[in-house]
């Protein structure tokens, strides 16, 4: 039933008469007194007709809820179980600690590259124990930000949740901005809030990020670590750490014009989530190791600083340590390609043959996911990109040997370019091949 108090709890009606928008799971809660608040949770949330909510209650132990402990893989493994068996869009794991409730939000693919703006597992918020035990404690005002946070953190895969997040995510913003109700939570749930916050307006903003958004978005990422009294272990710090790179890097991508002054706080933002997210949370890891890669490349276009380029290369190498050919192929994939292109211009800069072998190395791990039977042209492409190392090679050390293994490398390009009728590629590539007759000639 809709509790007297909640009537005025946030209730978007989408447009077009769609409803139920977003699919809900709210697990069984993990709490010591068996208090069924999850259930309660998930009642409540059916109230808003965005959601189509339901509550999971299979037993099963829930011990790697406990974010000390070393099962973090068993926490993402289990999640995405069960958001596959319910065809959900987000999770939603409750945790008791120390009298509060911590609330978790999982969304399918998660960890997984290349991605934008990613929400981590370990992103949690914070609620008073008395919520749940008697729900006409809850404040429309919380409902509202779970809710936001719900909305921003699904994947849309439907053309109604693609077209409709957005506007849905600004009334929600748009409602807890406006909300000047006294707040009746304690202070020592405000960095949770406060990260939450954050991570929404980030959200809604991303693509259209200008100066003024960025100071806003910010703040409340500052505002949430200024309160280190009340953070509860190093990792809510690496997550406020790199929400913080995300925003700098988002704003350095889809600001008005790229702006380099954004560049060293989203790296030295990651650096510092780093410290905090270490190789025990390895799949947060993995995904701030990448994208701190892609910040240092960056760095190194507009400065020339051939440290930045190598740093990038390393943070690849801890990325790939993460994202391996048998968990996350096509992450994996990515990985390598990248690496090629990384090493390719190391290798160049630093007049280094073993670089550009192992350049060409990761162009053909990359062919094991990209074989010529089923991606031909991806395939081909890569074969291009071998064949551009070894002419490089044969002008930077005046070696015909290098050259004819650059021809047959574009021979193999062209052949499949021909087949499947790639007119760019075949007119690009027999260039690419008279420049090679030029010089063997």
């Not at 000390?68 to 995405?80: A, Y």
């Not at 939570?185 to 960095?191: G, L, V, Y």
Request: charged fraction near 20%; glycine fraction near 4%; proline fraction near 3%.
């Amino acid at each position: 039933m809709v509790l007297q108090n909640l009537k005025n709890f946030l209730n978007p009606q989408p447009k077009q008469n769609t409803e139920k928008v977003f699919r809900v799971t709210v697990v069984a809660f993990e709490d010591k007194c068996n208090m069924n608040c999850g259930f309660r949770l998930a009642e409540i949330l059916k109230q808003n007709q965005l959601f189509d909510v339901r509550f999971f209650n299979e037993p099963f132990a829930k011990n790697f809820l406990n974010l000390q402990s070393r099962n973090f893989f068993d926490f993402i493994d289990r999640g995405s179980k069960i958001l596959d068996k319910t065809q959900s869009d987000v999770l939603i794991w409750g945790y008791e600690e120390e009298g509060k409730i911590r609330l978790n939000f999982q969304i399918k693919n998660q960890y997984v590259i290349p991605n934008s703006l990613s929400f981590s597992l370990l992103d949690s918020l914070f609620a008073p124990l008395s919520y749940f035990v008697n729900p006409e404690n809850f404040s429309a005002s919380f409902l509202t930000l779970v809710s936001a946070v719900i909305v921003a953190a699904v994947n849309p895969v439907t053309n109604d949740q693609k077209k409709l997040k957005p506007q849905i995510l600004y009334e929600l913003i748009k409602s807890l901005s406006q909300d000047t109700a006294p707040k009746d939570i304690a202070r020592e749930f405000m960095p949770y809030i406060m990260n939450m916050l954050g991570k929404i307006y980030l959200t809604n903003a991303a693509f259209n990020l200008n100066e003024t958004t960025v100071k806003i978005i910010a703040d409340l990422f500052e505002t949430a670590l200024k309160n280190r009294q009340y953070i509860r272990l190093p990792i809510y710090y690496g997550c406020m750490y790199n929400n913080m790179g995300q925003l700098y890097e988002a704003a350095f991508y889809n600001g008005a014009d790229k702006n380099l002054s954004y560049l060293r706080p989203a790296i030295s933002n990651y650096q510092e989530a780093l410290k905090h997210l270490n190789r025990n949370y390895p799949y947060d890891y993995g995904v701030i190791s990448y994208h701190l890669a892609l910040m240092y490349f960056e760095f190194w276009k507009s400065t020339t600083d051939l440290q930045a380029l190598r740093d990038a290369v390393s943070q690849l190498r801890e990325a790939e340590k993460v994202f391996s050919l048998t968990q996350f192929p096509q992450s994996w994939c990515h990985i390598e390609g990248l690496l090629g292109y990384y090493l390719t211009l190391l290798g160049m800069s630093t007049h280094s043959h073993d670089l550009m072998q192992l350049a060409i190395n990761s162009y053909k791990n990359a062919q094991k996911i990209y074989e010529q039977s089923v991606y031909p042209r991806e395939w081909a492409e890569i074969q291009g990109k071998i064949g551009h190392i070894y002419y490089l090679l044969g002008k930077q050390n005046e070696d015909e040997k290098f050259m004819l293994e650059a021809r047959n490398y574009f021979n193999s390009a062209l052949e499949i370019y021909e087949g499947i009728n790639y007119k760019t590629a075949v007119s690009d590539t027999r260039k690419s091949l008279q420049k090679i007759k030029n010089y063997i000639d």
